[in-house]
């Protein structure tokens, strides 16, 4: 089975400081990795993935996570965020699907990131 | 509408009264899942349905719980006997593809149920 451990339950940084939310995951057998995020009052949004491939994704918002595969983790990371950055985010994983597996994700238990001026 | 949409966005029940949450996926979407998120934590997954066939409900707490999707469209969570453990934001995602495919998974906004 699955699981994802987020190691940092709140964030606190500056804003135009750099940040990194920390996710590990475990599992036997290879997965694919997300990170949602969740505005104030607002559903769960996909921010990237990493299905296969180049190791190092990147969202349209500056964000970007690497897939390191020895250490089992997926850091999201920021070189210099904002306050609109300022929300909960939430890392995933499902297994590819192949005998049965339905893909279903399974998240972690979230980072609140608080961006102050 | 362009999202998901749930229904209602805030309910407030007594202990042992039922209740019923709606879900409104994207037109189109094949793949409806429910997830539970109490607070403080991350979605747990419930079950999930495939058009009209509900093909994992291994997520479901209790038999208290009974989601359905009669018509491969509009989805309801149904809660009976509601218990204080039951307090929590229900959330409703869909997908346009079968289940495993790696498009991107769109959530509404969830229902908070409190449970006096």
């Known amino acids: 089975a699955q699981s994802v451990t987020q190691l940092d339950s709140q964030v606190p940084v500056f804003e135009e400081a750099p940040v990194e939310l920390r996710c590990n995951y475990s599992s036997s057998v290879s997965v694919y990795l997300f990170w949602y995020v969740q505005y104030p009052n607002q559903g769960l949004q996909l921010l990237l993935k990493?299905?296969?491939?180049?190791?190092l994704v990147e969202s349209i918002n500056g964000f970007e996570a690497e897939f390191n595969k020895s250490q089992t983790s997926f850091h999201l990371r920021k070189p210099s965020v904002h306050i609109s950055d300022t929300a909960e985010y939430f890392c995933?994983?499902?297994?590819?699907?192949?005998?049965?597996?339905?893909?279903?994700?399974?998240f972690g238990k979230g980072t609140k990131l608080s961006v102050k001026p | 509408g362009a999202g998901v949409s749930q229904s209602p966005r805030y309910k407030v029940a007594k202990r042992g009264q039922d209740v019923a949450l709606r879900c409104d996926p994207i037109?189109?979407?094949?793949?409806l899942f429910w997830y539970q998120q109490a607070l403080g934590q991350g979605p747990e997954f419930l079950t999930y349905f495939q058009n009209e066939a509900q093909l994992d409900k291994s997520g479901l707490p209790s038999d208290r719980f009974f989601a359905e999707r009669p018509e491969g469209s509009v989805s309801t969570l149904k809660i009976q006997r509601t218990q204080q453990e039951d307090s929590a934001v229900y959330l409703c995602?869909?997908?346009?593809?079968?289940?495993?495919?790696?498009?991107?998974?769109?959530f509404g906004e969830g229902s908070r149920l409190t449970v006096l």
């Open positions: 995602a869909s997908k346009f593809e079968r289940v495993g495919g790696t498009g991107e998974l769109f």
């Open positions: 995933a994983v499902t297994r590819p699907l192949y005998g049965g597996s339905q893909g279903n994700l399974i």
């Open positions: 990493y299905l296969s491939g180049s190791t």
């Open positions: 037109s189109g979407h094949v793949s």
